[in-house]
């Protein structure tokens, strides 16, 4: 067996090394490391962007809003999967090494997206379609339980101490990548196929897509190296030692858990609930589109800048400011775009969000990895996500959509956010001010 190459730490490259080479080091595996989550993220959001067609193949009703509600319910059920997943592929990626971790995060991945592109509707198959759909997005949210938490893991381990904000930060620049190009896919369907044709079949071109690039995917990660932070252990944790390490530190986890809240459910509802969303305010699928890349577009612009912020200064303090003016802001901007929806509101309301969410998670990822324990690094940092993820991420299209239905209200978005907002305020109030400084400047260990 061929043995793994090994990543240093770009921090801790000879200091003979000029600073592009450290650059050019450092490039390689993070271009490597994010490709298999940009396919994951991809097919997230084109089941989020097509959920109106998946519902009416696969779960078909009379009544429109329960299709589409078992629709986005089978969407949540994917991430129920996810805290399982940190646990089983966590703990495999903690002991076996990262690169491995990672490859088979993207083989079950892979298993899940194509299950789903490739099922036949439920007029063909009948109730084996809605079972087999289930499935598949089970498969994909038990991959996804690690594969977020792995990509983080590995790029906090090749950071600088000083850079690791600017490091992770790729992990959601590939999501946004993703946004843009499911977004364009989106619109050019949009434009060439007429809406009988989008409806039976055309939706399905986007998931087939994603199924053509996995060879490049397994390409990119069979040459990833190990990194030199994992590689140095001279002992590596059992499975029982992992999962003490984890209840013992339940309260970083569960702390972990709150910082998430704010940043799962600010990007479900710019991403995967906003098709949904333009379209209840019927201002057409084409503006939704539009509107959707050029959200992405902000995110990626927004991300290194309050990265590079977040590495400048305490992250406890740039994550209460981001926060506190998320929670105060999320109802009225929602309220001023509900009371009179034009195209150019939900672009402005669009492009604020993507701005909070990246200025968020910027920090937000960052801040967590250093604050999980060492030993269970990939699976304590994963399953603080994927609990977070799965109980209010995954739930949010199909919350919003209920809590719109209900009270007969678009403003209901930014009760939602502002809620989960002030959930993350109160865990980053919780942050030690002193031991986060320190923690920000530490080698990972």
Not at 127 to 132: G, V
Not at 198 to 210: E, K, M, N, Q, V
Not at 333 to 352: G, N, P, Q, Y
Request: one cysteine or more.
């Amino acid at each position: 067996m061929m043995k793994d190459t090994v990543v240093a730490p770009a921090g801790l490259t000879p200091a003979a090394d000029s600073n592009s080479q450290k650059s050019k080091v450092a490039i390689k595996p993070i271009i490597q490391v994010v490709a298999g989550n940009a396919l994951e993220i991809y097919d997230f959001m084109i089941y989020g962007y097509y959920a109106r067609y998946i519902a009416q193949t696969f779960f078909p009703s009379d009544n429109e809003y329960l299709s589409l509600m078992m629709s986005l319910m089978t969407f949540a059920f994917g991430f129920l999967a996810r805290p399982i997943g940190a646990i089983v592929l966590g703990s495999y990626t903690d002991r076996h090494g990262r690169r491995k971790g990672l490859i088979l995060a993207l083989s079950l991945m892979s298993l899940g997206i194509i299950s789903v592109a490739c099922t036949p509707s439920y007029a063909s198959i009948g109730i084996a379609a809605p079972i087999i759909v289930l499935c598949g997005r089970l498969l994909q949210g038990f991959s996804a339980g690690a594969e977020l938490g792995g990509v983080v893991v590995y790029l906090a381990e090749i950071a600088p101490p000083r850079r690791r904000a600017f490091y992770t930060c790729w992990q959601a620049g590939s999501q946004q990548l993703s946004v843009m190009v499911a977004s364009l896919v989106g619109l050019i369907l949009l434009y060439w196929l007429a809406p009988n044709e989008l409806h039976a079949w055309g939706w399905r071109i986007p998931l087939f897509l994603g199924c053509t690039v996995i060879p490049v995917m397994f390409w990119l990660r069979s040459s990833l190296a190990e990194t030199s932070v994992f590689a140095a252990k001279t002992k590596t944790p059992r499975m029982s030692e992992i999962c003490t390490s984890l209840v013992s530190g339940w309260r970083t986890i569960v702390l972990c858990m709150g910082m998430v809240a704010m940043a799962t459910v600010t990007s479900q509802t710019i991403t995967t609930y906003a098709p949904t969303f333009i379209k209840s305010l019927n201002l057409g699928e084409s503006a939704g589109f539009i509107v959707l890349f050029f959200g992405g577009l902000s995110v990626l612009f927004w991300l290194p800048i309050m990265a590079a912020v977040a590495d400048r200064f305490n992250r406890r303090t740039v994550l209460i400011v981001v926060t506190l003016l998320a929670a105060v802001t999320a109802y009225p901007a929602m309220s001023w775009l509900a009371a009179d929806a034009t195209v150019f509101k939900f672009a402005v309301v669009e492009l604020w969000f993507s701005f909070i969410y990246a200025a968020y998670s910027s920090v937000q990822v960052a801040t967590m990895v250093e604050l999980v324990p060492p030993d269970a690094r990939t699976s304590g940092y994963s399953f603080a996500q994927a609990v977070a993820a799965a109980v209010l991420g995954g739930f949010t299209p199909a919350i919003l959509t209920w809590l719109t239905h209900t009270f007969h209200s678009s403003a209901m978005v930014g009760v939602w956010l502002a809620i989960n907002a002030t959930i993350s305020l109160l865990s980053a109030l919780a942050l030690d001010k002193k031991k986060t400084a320190a923690r920000q400047v530490d080698t990972l260990q």
